[in-house]
Every structure is written in structure tokens, then in C-alpha cells.
């Protein structure tokens, strides 16, 4: 191993595990995948990956990021209720958390109306909706009663874990949302998260407000899971590293954003596999399988310009309709090969193939995850609709190599004019945003660049304007790495499986 550093990617779904080493151009060393034999923990499965590439101590030093994808975060918000039949890694249950609507106008559907009953008398002690708001154009909706905020925050005071705060059309003027969580703030101290809508994102008020409670509901196990990671880290000799989570759009989070923004961790393991399997595979366009241990693959997603597509509308959580933008995944019914029956159900991968694709061009279909190498061998080499169909090298720890390899993103929305004297100025303002949205994430600062700027004409408006919607990103913040150091028992060396 020589002196720079490296990155180690992690990847953990039940007793599956994989991991990956990548050096400081993004390049793969080395990768496992395996079945563990022991209780499926992060401690195991950290120690089974480091077990598989490291002998000896001093190469763990050479280490300055670990970066994780997790399904966990899934089965937290899906299964919410401890039960003795389920396995549960998270410490604690969703909530309780307060809810906060600005905007007194939109009473008509009152906050969480689309929430299943029992799922809501369980995440939520409280709600309320008081003045506030902005308007399409920027303009305030109505003054912000910051006396029903103060007596709202008394009376649930010592009772939540967190308060979510929605603002109606926040994400275009997010002032009352900040005003708001500084009177909440004073009221119920510093150790209560105040989670704010327009962080999250997304322009309907329901949907967004959904998204925001449900983030606040994650935020205490979310919390705890974090400073219980970093413990890890520190007991491996890892307590140098800076550590990312896999986010839902194909990028990672610092583990300190992740835990104050879990909601965003929702599908990170399916999108590091994505956008890991096409690495492998060199495609920047193409469609990927993603498969389970039995040879199954559930679903198919594509990669353009080697990101991963996201859904455009709405994703349904926990029977909840949000605002989050997850990878977008084409659902396939007995989509592959059982141990019990080698049989390919081709038709059934044909048509997912087809909805898949955003054009009728033919794309090559990618395996990916635990089961690739089995599907691989039950498929013919050519499917209609696609070039070919190909099972990467390392296809089976294709999550690890996605998070190991991703950038850390950012974005930013709003709605600024078409002409004007400051209409360029506000299109840079936004751009910068999305940029500084990304270094808090965990991107180097030195290296962040803002990537994508989409334009969406709004002809509705009295005065022409746009919706625009900045993306950046840039690699890791890198941790202390120890290239040198004292010597350690045993050979220093790589092992590539």
C-alpha cells in the first residue's frame, strides 16, 4: 500500500456485506462481498470488510474516509413499531415530534390529512397552524404570528424529540421557516431539532410538509445511530476518518448532516448500488438490475450520464405522500431466477426493460448486488431493448464501490425572473446556494463546483419567470490520514477477493 490515503466504502444489507477501497482518484484497489456468520451489526460487518482487506494496523491509518450504505433507514420509516419477529438496528422509534404549519389560509387540509391514522398517533404529539407564508412571487403571505409560536412551544415543551416547520412556498422565500425556528428555539433550547421544509425541498405543501415530520420523526434514532457509528470507527482504529452515509439521489451526506437529515437516507443503499454498478461497468447511460442474494432482481433502474434517474413526481413513504426525489425504480414482478427454479421470466424483464427507458434507443442492462453472478447465469446475453445484458467485475459489492466513489451533493431552489437587472445576479445567487449546500453536506470547500442548473418556465405568473434548481457537488472533506507511523505485527497488505 503506498502512502496516500484512501477511501472505504461499506455496504450492509441484513448478513450481506461488501466493501470497497478506492485511492484518492476514485479508483477501485480492491472489493468483497460475503455472507456473514455472526449477528448482522455494523461492527460486524465493518470488521468482516477490514478483516478482507487489511493484515496488520498500519494500513487502517491510510484511511481517511468510510463512507456506509444502509438499508436501515428504510425498514425504520416502513416498520416503524418494535416487534419481537423483526429485526431492528435503530435505537429507538419514530417521534414524538410537534408539528408547525405557517400559513393560516391553508386550514382547508389540515396538516397530515394524508397520513395513516395509527401511523400519525404514533410519530406526532401535537400540530398547529399559525400566520405565516409567502406567496408564488416572494411576497408575504401574511405576517408571521410569532405569539402562537411561543405559546404552541410552551405547551409541548419537554414532550417531543423534534419540531417540523413548513412554511407555505418556503422553498422560494425560506424566511419565515427561519424566523420561526429561532422563536422555537428559544422557547424549547437548543437540544430540540427544528427540522425546516424548505431544506428538504419540493414545491406541494402537503407533500412537503409530509417529508419534513417524517424526517423529524427520524432525527432522535438517527442521532444515536451516528454517535454509535463513530464510537465504531474509534474501537477499529478509525477514529481519523471522516465518515459519509449513501443519500438517495447517488451522492453521500457527513455523517453529522446525515443525522440531521435521515429522511435523505431513504433508498441510499439502492442508489449506491446503481450508480456503483455502472462504474464498474463503464457506462455513463445505461440500465441496471438490482438484484438479491437469491438471483432475484425486484427492480430496474437507469443511470444517465452516469447519475442515477430520480423519480420526477411524488414518493410514497409508509402509505405517507412526500416531497422526496429518490431513485427512480421500475418494480418487476418474479423478475429473475430462484434457487429452486433457474428459469428467467423473460417477458416480465422485456417490459421492465421498456419502462425503464426514457427513449426508445437501446441501452445495456448492468447487474448489480448480491445476486448478479447468479442472474447473470439464468439470462440470455442479449435482451430486446437493450445491447446486451453484463455482469460487471465485483458486481455483487457494486454498493460499496457506489459509495465509496460518489461525490457529496447539494442543492437549491427558486423562482427568479426571466429580465430584469438582478436576473443574473439571482441565477448565481442560486448557483452559489447549491454549492454551499454541498460543503455543508461534507464536500471540500476547495472543490465543490456546481454541476447542473435546471430552468423551468412558470406562464403563470403575472411577470414571466423561471423555477430554477441548481445541483453541485464535489469529493469528500478528507479526514487526518496517518500515513506513517509506528510498526505493527504481521504484513501490511491488500487481498483482493
Known sequence: MS????????????????????DADGDIVAATAQRLTEPPTPDAALTAVLYSFLSGGRAVRKIDTVAFAINEVDELVAFSRA???????????????????????????????????????EVVLARTCVAGGARLDGTVLEPLDEDALVDF??????????????????????????????????????????????????AGLLERENATVLQAAMTAPATLDAEMLQNLLVEHDLGHAEVFIARNDGTIAALDHAATHPLAVYGGAAAATVRGTARLAGEQDALVALTRADGTAPAICAVTAGQPRLTAGHTTIAGVPTSLRVIAQVPARALGASPADTAVDVCAMVEAVDRAKSAPEDLPLLLGGPGAEELATALPLRLSGTHGVRCPPWAAAAAAVGVATAPVGGEAERVVPVRGDDAAAMREAVSEAARAAAVRAGADPRRARTKLIEETPLSYLAEPAVALRARADGPPRPGVAHPTGPPTAGPDRLVRR
Open 153 to 202: 412551544a410552551r405547551s409541548v415543551a419537554g414532550r417531543v424529540t423534534a419540531v417540523a416547520v413548513t412554511g407555505v412556498f418556503a422553498t422560494l422565500t425560506p424566511d419565515h421557516e427561519l424566523a420561526a425556528a429561532a422563536v422555537l428555539e428559544r422557547e424549547l433550547g437548543g437540544s430540540v431539532p427544528i427540522v425546516l421544509s424548505h431544506e428538504i425541498g419540493g
Open 83 to 121: 416487534s419481537a419477529d423483526r429485526w431492528h438496528p435503530w435505537h429507538a422509534e419514530l417521534g414524538p415530534v410537534a408539528v408547525v404549519r405557517l400559513g393560516a389560509a391553508t386550514t382547508a387540509v389540515p396538516p397530515l390529512a394524508l397520513w395513516p391514522p395509527d401511523l400519525r398517533e
Open 3 to 22: 502512502d496516500h490515503s484512501y477511501r472505504l466504502g461499506v455496504a450492509m444489507d441484513r448478513d450481506r456485506v461488501c466493501g470497497a477501497l478506492a
